[in-house]
T-cell receptor
Framework: DQQVKQNSPSLSVQEGRISILNCDYTNSMFDYFLWYKKYPAEGPTFLISISSIKDKNEDGRFTVFLNKSAKHLSLHIVPSQPGDSAVYFCAASDPSNNNDMRFGAGTRLTVKP | KAGVTQTPRYLIKTRGQQVTLSCSPISGHRSVSWYQQTPGQGLQFLFEYFSETQRNKGNFPGRFSGRQFSNSRSEMNVSTLELGDSALYLC?????????????FGPGTRLTVL
């Protein structure tokens, strides 16, 4: 069962524009959400997170928005840079299950110069 | 601190064989999780070990097993390999016990089953 879904397998944006990556989840017990970035031949690296008690968390060019009622979160990157080109995974943690972490399928972001 | 290390980085096996992958977590991290990454499927959770005990398990057949040692190093074993087991296997460590925290991933082991 895919509890965390990233319905867009790929996204292409122009350098300097905003990138918006989306993620939906089905498990209402999730209370902590994370975004990871993965370059080829490397493991995913943590990017930004948000607790369910918040609806927004910002770190430099990266902002994560959480809409609990819609069970939806998004990652905004502005301005986008070519070095941001990577696969982005969203993940969610379930405190009712030992903080079990579930990942989406990933979205491949390509930022064109 | 040294990062998460995984050995070997690449592995080629044939159907029916078995394989053991190794993961050394970041020093001090007691939680180790294993994931399988295949194109289009993202990261599929295999299992998590904490203090030598399996704490969570994903929906994989019994051919997939693991263990954790007292020094937190972990191994994952796949028996009777199938072509569909070809994937990138990622290990992640975390300092979290019952608290939340990001996971730190190793570079992965690329397994090819012929």
């Amino acid at each position: 069962d895919q509890q965390v879904k990233q319905n867009s397998p790929s996204l292409s944006v122009q350098e300097g524009r905003i990138s918006i990556l989306n993620c939906d989840y089905t498990n209402s017990m999730f209370d902590y959400f994370l975004w990871y970035k993965k370059y080829p031949a490397e493991g995913p690296t943590f990017l930004i997170s948000i607790s369910s008690i918040k609806d927004k968390n910002e770190d430099g060019r990266f902002t994560v928005f959480l809409n609990k009622s819609a069970k939806h979160l998004s990652l905004h990157i502005v301005p986008s840079q070519p070095g941001d080109s990577a696969v982005y995974f969203c993940a969610a943690s379930d405190p009712s299950n030992n903080n079990d972490m579930r990942f989406g399928a990933g979205t491949r972001l390509t930022v064109k110069p | 601190k040294a990062g998460v290390t995984q050995t070997p980085r690449y592995l080629i096996k044939t159907r029916g064989q078995q394989v053991t992958l190794s993961c050394s977590p970041i020093s001090g991290h007691r939680s180790v999780s294993w994931y399988q990454q295949t194109p289009g499927q993202g990261l599929q959770f295999l299992f998590e070990y904490f203090s030598e005990t399996q704490r969570n398990k994903g929906n994989f057949p019994g051919r997939f097993s693991g263990r954790q040692f007292s020094n937190s190093r972990s191994e994952m074993n796949v028996s009777t390999l199938e072509l569909g087991d070809s994937a990138l296997y990622l290990c992640a460590s975390s300092s979290r016990g019952q608290t939340k925290g990001e996971q730190f991933f190793g570079p992965g082991t690329r397994l090819t089953v012929l």
